[in-house]
């Protein structure tokens, strides 16, 4: 199946640094990423739809000045965690449609990013 | 709009017997139906998928799901349910046509007791 590989899996920053997470597909192209966050014990809550080669759409809520996306090229997107603050601890997820499987909706997931801001 | 209802958060089956995870949905057109298992501090693992035809769906590690149209309802389902199936397990939905996000329930988390 197809490979989404996210980097790194695991960060520890201090308050006020920037943190920048990497999501790549490796054997597919994908036009369009998804950036998740989880909380402990719950859902996956979307946070941004990543376009390749335009502007990120943010879902309501999310600080887009915050959240810095970047989709510079078919096969990476990466997520920039400005400024960050305790309450930005969490666990990013991205996510990743085969551009040739637009239609059918199936999304392959990167392996997650633990963000601990101290 | 698209929501996904998981009415439980907690499901424990005895190894060897069979488990259901419920799943409800709700959208304006026709879905496309996903499952998804998550183990801990992993990203998510696709199980299986509902896209159109037959609505009984066989999936990875021996799970299936029943697509009800009239329910609304694709629950998630293993015959003989093993300890390493304890995870937490999650459907999504996304609306047919166009380039839309999935959205996931609140999950599930399956424990499967030896």
């Known amino acids: 199946g197809a490979v989404v590989s996210q980097h790194p899996s695991r960060v520890i920053c201090k308050s006020g640094t920037s943190v920048k997470i990497e999501c790549r597909s490796l054997?597919?192209?994908?036009?369009?990423m998804f950036w998740y966050r989880q909380f402990p014990k719950q859902s996956l809550m979307l946070m941004a739809t990543?376009?390749?080669?335009?502007?990120?759409?943010?879902e309501q809520g999310v600080e887009k000045d915050k959240f810095l996306i970047n989709h510079a090229s078919l096969t990476l997107s990466t997520l920039t965690v400005t400024s960050a603050h305790p309450e930005d601890s969490s666990f990013y997820i991205c996510?990743?449609?085969?551009?040739?499987?637009?239609?059918?909706?199936?999304?392959?997931f990167g392996e997650g990013s633990r963000l601990t801001v101290l | 709009a698209q929501s996904v209802a998981q009415p439980e958060d907690q499901v424990n089956v005895a190894e060897g017997n069979p488990l259901t995870v419920k799943c409800t949905y709700s959208?304006?057109?026709?879905?496309?139906l996903f499952w998804y298992v998550q183990y801990p501090n992993r990203g998510l693992q696709f199980l299986l998928k509902?896209?159109?035809?037959?609505?009984l769906v066989k999936g990875s590690y021996g799970f299936e799901a029943e697509f009800n149209k009239s329910q609304t309802s694709f629950h998630l389902k293993k015959p003989s349910a093993l300890v390493s199936d304890s995870a937490l397990y999650f459907c999504?939905?996304?609306?047919?046509?166009?380039?839309?996000?999935?959205?996931f329930g609140k999950g599930t988390r399956l424990s499967v007791i030896a």
């Open positions: 996510s990743a449609r085969d551009l040739r499987q637009t239609n059918t909706g199936e999304l392959f």
């Open positions: 054997d597919f192209q994908a036009t369009t």
């Open positions: 990543s376009n390749e080669g335009s502007k990120a759409t943010y």
């Open positions: 959208v304006s057109g026709n879905p496309y």
């Open positions: 509902y896209i159109t035809g037959d609505n």
């Open positions: 999504a939905v996304r609306d047919q046509g166009g380039n839309t996000p999935l959205v």
